[in-house]
């Protein structure tokens, strides 16, 4: 084993993978990251490491990024970086969620302000992401070395949001669902229709990642807000309160896009 490679292990206690983990996305740059192109082609590119927060390893991209379009399309990705002056190279996998919640992107913009300009500053257009059923690999370029599993525990409080199994059946659903948004429009506008438009927009979008494909400019005509400002609003808290519901049959959405059920759920 090469002897810096060596020393720097000694360093790290690898028997806590998120904490290792952190200290070299924390030390080392550049780092990349690897993903499936639109293409279906592998595609590589630098990406700059910001936090963890509730074991959760954060990262900031743009709504208009080609990363995010492939994240979207395939929600897995590889980083990687060197160890400078060693022969070790990190390498951290996982599943990409994203998150627009106040309180992440308040702290992208607090703590690495740089970045935050770089990308645009429009917060619209900003987007946070994490991942989970994360697992990392510390290893040696040179051959014969042992090369050492870190496993990292899935982030802790943290909303991963709606997950859909990927059934035809469900796609049809939610497609019946936005067209009879549009065709029906609600009587009066309450907080409540607001909230259950809040939660059609997160499915849409949900499913949107699923299948490219899918009009879901239905709910985009339909939806009841007057400003852009209130749709976050009411698409925050409709994530907030569906929390990590997993969509595994049709009778899954009826029950959560349904005002009753999101009323149970207000504080």
Request: with cysteine; net charge negative; charged share 25%.
């Amino acid at each position: 084993m090469d002897p810096d490679y060596g020393a720097f292990l000694q360093t790290l206690d690898l028997t806590d993978g998120l904490a290792a983990s952190r200290l070299m996305l924390e030390r080392f740059s550049p780092l990349f990251a690897g993903t499936i192109g639109l293409d279906n082609h592998p595609q590589v590119r630098p990406v700059e490491y910001l936090f963890e927060q509730n074991q959760a390893l954060y990262f900031l991209t743009t709504k208009s990024s080609r990363l995010y379009a492939e994240l979207c399309q395939t929600p897995y990705v590889q980083l990687c970086l060197t160890i400078p002056g060693t022969t070790a190279v990190f390498r951290l996998s996982g599943k990409v969620c994203f998150t627009e919640e106040s309180e992440i992107l308040d702290r992208c913009e607090k703590e690495r302000s740089d970045l935050f300009q770089r990308l645009g500053a429009d917060r619209k257009l900003l987007i946070a992401f994490f991942l989970i059923g994360a697992s990392g690999e510390l290893s040696s370029t040179l051959p014969l070395t042992e090369e050492r599993k870190l496993y990292l525990p899935d982030p802790d409080g943290v909303l991963i949001g709606i997950t859909i199994k990927k059934k035809t059946e469900l796609r049809d659903r939610l497609s019946r669902i936005l067209a009879r948004r549009e065709a029906e429009p609600f009587a009066e506008t309450t907080e409540l229709t607001k909230l259950y438009d809040g939660a059609l927009f997160v499915f849409a979008e949900a499913a949107k990642a699923l299948w490219p494909r899918m009009d879901i400019q239905p709910i985009e005509r339909a939806a009841v807000f007057e400003t852009w400002d209130e749709r976050e609003k009411y698409t925050g808290l409709a994530a907030k309160l569906i929390g990590n519901a997993v969509i595994e049959k049709p009778e899954d959405l009826t029950y959560w896009l349904n005002t009753e059920t999101l009323q149970q759920l207000l504080p």
